[in-house]
């Protein structure tokens, strides 16, 4: 494994940022997959609150892995999931500050306790997409179903609970909660990045000069902002590139050649079920027309009170329910919310499993992560968290297991982290609090 130069490398608490990580790099790994072959892609669903541990997890069995209940919508996938559990990133912050200081989930570093500036650390998903990016016209996706609010909590900012992807360690990667906005970035004819294109400097002037007017609450807003113009940029200047780079027809293509579905209308969908489908779809499409190889989905915020009125009975959010103290009617609310979002993530692995790509479907082809930044959302618990994940890696991941490391001194989550980064083409010596990944 190749050593990473001190000198490409700026330095802050807990964290080595490379520069830069759009260039040849060495600490790169080799190819994602075989020259000709179908790409590799990675998807991180995230849903908030936690999950109810007493119906949550697989074991092996006579017939091979057994699911708890709230799994129970994946058996017809069964044999293309993983199921870990003990996997927990210890550097999150017990004892204080409810959920805040555990949405490290995909960088595994300390979450800075601060009331006006923000630091979690680079997440995987942006580290990957880094260098996969360069591949497809976005080079990932982020998005969610809620907006960040502003507050602050023990200590901490509540603008941690809206973000799980991070493009560098104190700037969350922008999501897209708006379906025709997510449709737009991924599906463009090219107009949109002439209109794009038009409007950046415009921005940017505009921006000039306006920090030192701010409050530092606007200013974090402010940063939030550019960073969305920022990433519009690479997205223009990403996507001219590939369009003019002439494939002749050699070598893997997409099995979809243009959006299967329609153009979203503007704004959310007032039923919460209808948002995460069409999202859900959304990203498969993406991954269907090689758009991108990299996404992130937040199904909810974290502290998310999202409604689901379509489940018999269940009126209170998803928060509120998650804090059920042991009474029964609300816990058993809970627990039907957790199967219906297991259950909308099993209706896209479905589909990605349909999707042929010729020597394997688009499912055995892809890795993709469902986790929350709790185990126990009642106690506030992350000694331990939910992960599943389903999909081949390309033919390097084996199905149908149950791990359990409860009992193993280095169950880091970064340590799978280090081996989804891999089968990405990204190696590093070290990635959050882990040093070597773990064996899947």
Same mark, same amino acid.
């Given at each position: 494994?190749?050593?990473?130069?001190?000198?490409?490398?700026?330095?802050?608490?807990?964290?080595?940022?490379?520069?830069?990580?759009?260039?040849?790099?060495?600490?790169?790994?080799?190819?994602?997959?075989?020259?000709?072959?179908?790409?590799?892609?990675?998807?991180?669903?995230?849903?908030?609150?936690?999950?109810?541990?007493?119906?949550?997890?697989?074991?092996?069995?006579?017939?091979?892995?057994?699911?708890?209940?709230?799994?129970?919508?994946?058996?017809?996938?069964?044999?293309?999931?993983?199921?870990?559990?003990?996997?927990?990133?210890?550097?999150?912050?017990?004892?204080?500050?409810?959920?805040?200081?555990?949405?490290?989930?995909?960088?595994?570093?300390?979450?800075?306790?601060?009331?006006?500036?923000?630091?979690?650390?680079?997440?995987?998903?942006?580290?990957?997409?880094?260098?996969?990016?360069?591949?497809?016209?976005?080079?990932?996706?982020?998005?969610?179903?809620?907006?960040?609010?502003?507050?602050?909590?023990?200590?901490?900012?509540?603008?941690?609970?809206?973000?799980?992807?991070?493009?560098?360690?104190?700037?969350?990667?922008?999501?897209?909660?708006?379906?025709?906005?997510?449709?737009?970035?991924?599906?463009?004819?090219?107009?949109?990045?002439?209109?794009?294109?038009?409007?950046?400097?415009?921005?940017?002037?505009?921006?000039?000069?306006?920090?030192?007017?701010?409050?530092?609450?606007?200013?974090?807003?402010?940063?939030?902002?550019?960073?969305?113009?920022?990433?519009?940029?690479?997205?223009?200047?990403?996507?001219?590139?590939?369009?003019?780079?002439?494939?002749?027809?050699?070598?893997?293509?997409?099995?979809?050649k243009a959006p299967t579905?329609?153009?979203?209308?503007?704004?959310?969908?007032?039923? !919460?079920? @209808?948002?995460? =489908?069409?999202?859900?779809?959304?990203? $498969?499409?993406?991954?269907?027309?090689?758009?991108? *190889? #990299?996404?992130?989905?937040?199904?909810?915020?974290?502290?998310?009170?999202?409604?689901?009125?379509?489940?018999?009975?269940?009126?209170?959010?998803?928060?509120?329910?998650?804090?059920?103290?042991?009474?029964?009617?609300?816990?058993?609310?809970?627990?039907?919310?957790?199967?219906?979002?297991?259950?909308?993530?099993?209706?896209?692995?479905?589909?990605m499993a349909a999707t042929?790509?010729?020597?394997?479907?688009?499912?055995?082809?892809?890795?993709?992560?469902?986790?929350?930044?709790?185990?126990?959302?009642?106690?506030?618990?992350?000694?331990?968290?939910?992960?599943?994940?389903?999909?081949?890696?390309?033919?390097?991941?084996?199905?149908?297991?149950?791990?359990?490391? !409860?009992? @193993?001194?280095? =169950?880091?989550?970064?340590?799978?982290? $280090?081996?989804?980064?891999?089968?990405?083409?990204? *190696? #590093?010596?070290?990635?959050?609090?882990?040093?070597?990944?773990?064996?899947?």
């Amino acid at each position: 494994m190749t050593s990473l130069s001190r000198r490409r490398f700026l330095r802050g608490t807990g964290v080595a940022l490379g520069l830069p990580w759009f260039e040849s790099i060495s600490a790169f790994g080799a190819e994602a997959a075989k020259p000709g072959g179908a790409p590799r892609r990675l998807a991180v669903c995230f849903t908030g609150n936690g999950v109810n541990p007493h119906h949550w997890g697989a074991k092996m069995g006579a017939n091979g892995i057994e699911f708890a209940d709230s799994l129970r919508p994946l058996i017809p996938l069964k044999d293309k999931v993983a199921v870990f559990t003990g996997l927990w990133n210890p550097t999150t912050v017990e004892g204080e500050g409810g959920h805040y200081p555990k949405m490290n989930v995909l960088s595994g570093l300390r979450v800075k306790k601060t009331t006006t500036d923000v630091e979690v650390g680079m997440t995987m998903d942006q580290l990957i997409a880094a260098k996969v990016g360069r591949e497809t016209p976005v080079p990932s996706i982020v998005l969610g179903t809620e907006r960040p609010s502003y507050a602050t909590d023990s200590g901490f900012t509540s603008i941690y609970s809206a973000y799980i992807s991070w493009s560098t360690p104190t700037t969350p990667a922008p999501k897209e909660i708006f379906p025709q906005q997510a449709f737009d970035q991924l599906f463009d004819d090219g107009s949109k990045r002439q209109r794009d294109k038009s409007i950046l400097d415009l921005v940017l002037d505009d921006a000039k000069g306006l920090r030192t007017r701010l409050s530092q609450r606007d200013s974090q807003k402010l940063d939030e902002y550019l960073s969305s113009v920022r990433e519009i940029e690479k997205r223009v200047e990403q996507a001219e590139k590939i369009s003019q780079a002439e494939t002749g027809g050699q070598g893997w293509q997409p099995s979809v050649k243009a959006p299967t579905i329609g153009r979203p209308e503007s704004g959310i969908p007032a039923s !919460s079920e @209808d948002h995460l =489908r069409l999202m859900f779809d959304i990203m $498969l499409l993406a991954f269907q027309m090689d758009r991108t *190889r #990299v996404a992130t989905f937040m199904l909810n915020n974290d502290l998310s009170n999202m409604r689901f009125p379509s489940l018999d009975g269940v009126t209170s959010g998803i928060h509120e329910l998650s804090h059920h103290a042991g009474d029964e009617t609300r816990l058993a609310h809970y627990q039907k919310v957790n199967e219906f979002q297991v259950k909308l993530w099993a209706e896209f692995l479905q589909k990605m499993a349909a999707t042929n790509e010729g020597e394997r479907s688009l499912l055995d082809n892809s890795m993709i992560l469902l986790t929350s930044s709790l185990m126990d959302g009642n106690a506030h618990d992350s000694r331990q968290l939910p992960v599943v994940l389903a999909g081949g890696g390309g033919g390097t991941i084996k199905g149908g297991q149950a791990y359990d490391l !409860s009992q @193993d001194p280095n =169950r880091k989550l970064c340590r799978l982290h $280090l081996a989804l980064m891999d089968r990405m083409g990204v *190696r #590093v010596d070290r990635f959050g609090d882990a040093e070597n990944a773990l064996a899947i």
